[in-house]
């Protein structure tokens, strides 16, 4: 059901080293753009890519991500032109696992049924929904699990050894740690603690374990990758994309370039921290 | 509309924090493990006499509770005159329950006593709140400065710019005023930054909700903090009449004088209910802040609940004259009586509330914040149609000086 998923954490075990997670914004700043760089990003050396469904009320996100949201939504971005986007990837590209990051509103609205559905077939492979904890699995989390989706959920720094099992129960595909208590793109994580917290976390469950919030530099990169099984960029990634825009917001000439390059830069550093380990 | 007719409306919330369909704990992993920590140590105080005891101290000698219920003479007179001009020579008699008068003007101090001294019980040093109008944000502020409590208060930039008096006033409390530049800076997005505080220092912090929603225990221990206002006008109508009222009427945004006024009479049939919600410039125009009447369900701010959005699921910014009923949202419990039809949930535009603002002035010597003037501007459409002996309470939940700079300049010279 996660083959996608599985197949790459395989892989990247048997290569002995922690795979890269993307994220990036979905419409942000237009679909096209988008597009270009979902493709190119695999190239540059992206494991598993994380597409974010813009929402006017981003409240687990920091100021990159917010603004990213506010960009493609200004510019009419939709949950249906999401999905339009996840199937032109997926044309292009059948082995690299996508997962679709947002809020639940926007998939409420929609209707649960018809968008797991949608997304099924479009070939989305799993769905983080940062607002929807155990304690609210019929509303999304088991119906996804039903339709073939996984529903990767976040650990965080307070769920504690007594709510994990409740946390990793129905999660499939991976587990995503939030390094820090925060929102995404601000606080820098203790990168030693990083490492006891997977290490907790692996004694609870079998699933690899990615790393993400406050990850900026391929340094930091290489540094979390040393303790987990992936490492998850977002708010570096939108930014360099935002500080490539014209004055008007549009993409230009070095947006893709730019964002790409980070990419490679991120996923030099985390396989860097597999040749030292 | 086949909804199932419960025994009880009082019954709710169930243990998933549900009123039917609405309500629930929709937030981020981070902050779950305290809100079950929170509704833990709410349970442990409502059970504990102690904490009762202690809250009715401050509620009588800080608050000045019981505010009055006070039989509005010539407001009465004024809408029989006008239903004896339209035939009809009826016209409800009219009570106020004046959370005016409660200290720092209005109903929300209520709730911010009760959370500030759960926050008191739980170890907590460091509060945090949103605000719209400012109302809360005081409230909050004021019973920081009591306890010798950090407080930070996040207000939408464009909030602060239109509420500066308030501003001022929290700051005189002591409280960091933190104007929000993210979204459409306003009090949405007061609460988007409020609960990213919160993510982000979890272990040391409060946040103190001011109305009915947010995610579970907070629209259910809201309510039983504001419950007061209905278990008060009950003994004192009961006093002043012998008999219950028939008909109850608050204003609501995200609804916390309304609840607090309904829910001990959800159980008495006999009552009529009637909840008014801002319609800005008019339903129609979209430029309004009635969630139930111009909105659908969806899920915000951790609950599940009417919210105003787009097609697409999209939040939109709410419109009012009255920045207190500002809100795309209301509260769950809302949602579940207007499912229900415990409760009539009714509209008023800006228009008519500045016209009962004015009407409440000159008829009573009471200067109505603008959020209740919406409840008294479906009043003066309700009253008049009602017989003499009919027993209409109306929530008059805060003050007007708050809004008096506000409405001279839209008001200008016609005053």
């Known amino acids: 059901m996660t083959a996608r998923l599985d197949a790459k954490f395989a892989a990247l075990a048997q290569e002995g080293r922690a795979g890269l997670v993307t994220f990036l914004t979905a419409g942000d700043p237009d679909p096209a753009t988008t597009l270009e760089l979902l493709k190119g990003l695999p190239a540059a050396g992206a494991d598993v890519i994380e597409l974010g469904m813009p929402f006017s009320d981003p409240m687990a996100d920091g100021p990159a991500i917010q603004w990213a949201s506010l960009r493609a939504l200004k510019a009419g971005q939709t949950l249906a032109k999401t999905l339009d986007l996840v199937r032109a990837f997926r044309a292009a590209d059948a082995a690299t696992p996508l997962v679709l990051m947002g809020y639940f509103n926007p998939i409420y609205v929609y209707g649960v049924e018809r968008f797991l559905i949608e997304a099924k077939s479009a070939g989305v492979d799993g769905l983080i929904v940062v607002d929807l904890p155990p304690e609210e699995d019929d509303e999304l989390c088991l119906p996804a699990l039903k339709a073939g989706l996984a529903f990767i959920r976040l650990a965080t720094p307070t769920t504690d050894d007594h709510r994990l099992p409740k946390v990793l129960a129905n999660t499939a595909g991976f587990v995503y740690y939030v390094s820090i208590t925060g929102v995404t793109g601000t606080a820098t994580p203790d990168f030693d603690r990083v490492g006891s917290a997977v290490a907790r976390l692996k004694r609870h469950t079998t699933l690899p374990v990615a790393v993400g919030f406050g990850v900026k530099t391929a340094a930091h990169a290489a540094a979390v990758a040393k303790g987990a099984d992936a490492v998850v960029v977002g708010s570096a990634l939108v930014e360099r994309l935002r500080t490539s825009l014209d004055a008007e917001g549009r993409a230009t000439a070095a947006t893709v370039p730019g964002v790409l390059d980070l990419a490679r830069e991120l996923a030099a550093g985390v396989r860097a921290a597999a040749k030292a380990a | ?415």
């Open chain 2, 1 to 415: 509309m086949t909804v199932h007719q419960p025994n009880s409306y009082r019954s709710g919330p169930d243990e998933r924090g549900r009123f039917g369909k609405f309500g629930g704990r929709f937030v981020a992993e981070t902050l779950m493990p305290l809100i079950l920590e929170l509704e833990e140590a709410y349970a442990a105080a409502t059970a504990d006499p102690a904490f009762r005891q202690e809250m009715d101290g401050y509620l009588a000698h800080y608050v000045g509770r019981p505010s009055a219920l006070y039989f509005a003479e010539r407001l009465t007179e004024h809408f029989r005159a006008v239903s004896t001009a339209s035939g009809l020579s009826g016209g409800a008699k009219i009570y106020l329950k004046r959370e005016e008068l409660n200290h720092t003007g209005s109903h929300k101090v209520n709730n911010v006593l009760g959370q500030i001294m759960l926050a008191r019980r739980m170890g907590k040093k460091r509060i945090i709140a949103e605000t719209g109008a400012g109302q809360h944000g005081v409230a909050t502020a004021t019973l920081c400065a009591r306890f010798g409590l950090d407080c930070v208060v996040y207000m939408g930039a464009v909030d602060v710019e239109r509420q500066k008096p308030n501003v001022f006033r929290m700051k005189l409390l002591g409280a960091e005023v933190v104007p929000v530049e993210s979204g459409t800076r306003t009090l949405k997005d007061a609460m988007n930054e409020a609960l990213r505080d919160w993510v982000t220092n979890v272990e040391t912090t409060f946040y103190c909700i001011g109305t009915v929603a947010g995610p579970h225990p907070y629209p259910m221990m809201v309510r039983d903090f504001q419950s007061i206002i209905g278990r008060e006008t009950k003994e004192q109508i009961l006093a002043i009449e012998g008999r219950l009222p028939d008909s109850l009427v608050a204003c609501i945004g995200g609804g916390s004088n309304a609840m607090g006024l309904f829910h001990p009479f959800l159980d008495d049939p006999a009552v009529e209910i009637y909840g008014v919600e801002a319609a800005g410039h008019g339903i129609a125009t979209g430029l309004h802040a009635a969630s139930l009447s111009g909105g659908k369900p969806g899920v915000l701010h951790g609950n599940r609940t009417y919210l105003l959005m787009t097609e697409d699921g999209q939040i939109k910014d709410a419109h009012s004259i009255s920045a207190g009923l500002d809100y795309p949202g209301i509260g769950p419990e809302h949602s579940y009586l207007h499912e229900t039809g415990r409760v009539t949930y009714l509209s008023a535009t800006d228009e008519e509330a500045l016209e009962a603002f004015q009407l409440l002035s000159k008829l009573e010597g009471i200067i109505p914040a603008l959020e209740p003037a919406h409840a008294l501007a479906r009043v003066a459409e309700l009253a008049p149609r009602m017989p003499k002996d009919h027993l209409m309470v109306v929530n008059l939940s805060g003050r007007g000086d708050k809004d008096v700079p506000q409405v001279s300049e839209m008001l200008g010279s016609k005053v």
